[in-house]
């Protein structure tokens, strides 16, 4: 009988995996954005705000990832929780809002990207690893919201999410404002992922930071590199005869090992 | 690195939320506070969500699951409206809760409070818990923090009490629940609907009533 294909996650093999654990094999692990991810809302736009560094384990496999993804030229999403998730997951839901522009004719608006996210990520009841921070401005003026992975949504002036969230919180609950000028705002983010990179071992590398406006977005990659590798001056570089050689021994290979040729059939 | 284990957790409304009926209306109260695990991801959140125009619900449980159920009903109501053509009642909101709370027990974890007001029975308030059961009452409490005012509550209660004594009734009860709740603080969202609209009103942390504080 054929195994129908009706989509989703398939959990066959989890028993398997069970099993396999239990005699001692070890799985490989996924990669998870650490992370420190913040939005702000100012006078004017969205100020979102991400640090660069992906671990597995602990280990940390890419030391300059991108973690604020394009979803619509007005919109924006960080994303924090498995990389893979945040990925997949932000372009579908970009590649269905260019559809729906197209076919209503219509600018895309913030809280359309919200719903399309928030409704497939409850579908998925929370296996869809995916915390996003969504900024944008459209007709109704700037907003910023955050997803958490089991559906739910806020709308908030100014949020933080991953596991560096709560050293980011820190800073803007000390020093956010409403109203703020565009200088002021970048400058607030900056400061709050920086908070993270340094407070949070999950986060760290670089700042990057993107201004949405209504008169368009600028990038700015690695607005910070607070982190740069630090390369010796000096060269291990010594004369000759500097160490003192007080003997010396020769054995040709041969004498220790037997080399053979092996005819395969 | 090990991820803190509230990252994983899934949002919860804490919560305290309430309604009453007056004559000509209800109030509507409830906290601001949505926890994971231990730390509050949202302490401004706003748990009264409308459904229709004079139809309004407290929502407490899991975050995701009360906002994907209000949505739905909202939209349900909506095409009832338009075939309706005449404004929906509070008991047929109510009643699309009670279809969605009920069928989908097993996978949802919601308590909510509707409430609202239309031209048949004016002011009504519905409690759904978390099986699935829609119980009308002229004042009901719901949430983790509800457990804290039952006879606070049950004292304090006249029936046909005025609107402002129902503002207070409502503002004393809240406070007191979230003063003893973990799960439930910050600010007060208070809601008043009656036949001629809406009105919200926030109270901030800093203006609750105070009490015994020891």
């Given at each position: 009988m054929e195994h129908l294909n009706r989509g989703g996650f398939d959990f066959d093999l989890c028993n398997r995996n069970n099993v396999l654990e239990k005699t001692g094999l070890k799985m490989k692990g996924f990669m998870k954005t650490g992370t420190t991810i913040v939005g702000v809302v100012y006078k004017g736009g969205v100020v979102l705000g991400a640090d660069t560094r992906a671990t597995e384990g602990p280990i940390v496999a890419d030391k300059n990832c991108e973690k604020i993804h394009y979803i619509a030229d007005n919109i924006y999403c960080c994303g924090a929780g498995t990389a893979a998730d945040t990925e997949s997951a932000t372009a579908l839901i970009s590649s269905k809002l260019k559809l729906h522009k197209l076919s209503t004719g219509k600018e895309t608006r913030v809280i359309t990207a919200l719903t399309m996210l928030k409704q497939m990520l409850f579908k998925y009841q929370g296996h869809i690893s995916a915390a996003l921070i969504l900024g944008g401005i459209d007709i109704n003026g700037p907003s910023l919201h955050t997803i958490y992975p089991h559906g739910s949504t806020d709308q908030l002036p100014y949020v933080t999410m991953g596991s560096g969230s709560l050293a980011a919180m820190g800073v803007f609950e000390a020093k956010y404002k409403n109203d703020m000028t565009k200088e002021e705002a970048i400058a607030l983010v900056a400061e709050a992922i920086s908070s993270g990179i340094f407070n949070d071992l999950g986060s760290g590398s670089n700042v990057d930071v993107t201004v949405i406006e209504t008169t368009g977005v600028t990038i700015l990659r690695n607005?910070?590199?607070?982190?740069e590798r630090k390369f010796r001056n000096n060269p291990y570089i010594f004369k000759q005869g500097t160490t003192p050689v007080l003997k010396q021994d020769v054995a040709p290979l041969s004498t220790k090992v037997v080399i053979e040729d092996i005819m395969m059939s | 690195m090990e991820a803190p284990e509230w990252l994983d957790n899934a949002v919860d409304l804490g919560t305290s939320i309430m309604a009453v009926e007056f004559d000509g209306g209800v109030i509507m109260g409830a906290d601001s506070r949505t926890t994971t695990g231990a730390y509050i991801a949202n302490r401004v959140t706003n748990k009264i969500t409308p459904i229709h125009e004079r139809i309004y619900c407290c929502r407490s449980g899991s975050a995701a699951d009360t906002q994907a159920i209000s949505d739905y009903v909202r939209y349900y109501l909506e095409m009832h409206t338009s075939e309706l053509c005449d404004d929906p009642d509070v008991k047929t909101a109510a009643s699309l809760f009670q279809l969605l709370c009920y069928s989908n027990k097993n996978n949802l974890m919601a308590g909510i409070i509707v409430a609202g007001w239309d031209k048949h029975q004016g002011g009504s308030v519905y409690n759904i818990s978390l099986g699935g059961s829609m119980v009308k009452q002229p004042f009901a409490i719901g949430g983790s923090g509800s457990t804290y005012i039952y006879g606070y509550c049950d004292s304090k209660f006249k029936p046909k009490m005025t609107k402002d004594e129902c503002i207070e009734f409502v503002q004393n009860s809240l406070a007191l629940a979230m003063f003893r709740d973990g799960s439930s603080g910050g600010v007060i969202r208070l809601c008043i609907i009656d036949k001629n609209g809406v009105e919200r009103r926030m109270i901030p942390g800093n203006n609750l009533p105070r009490f015994w504080e020891g």
């Open positions: 607005y910070q590199t607070p982190n | -």
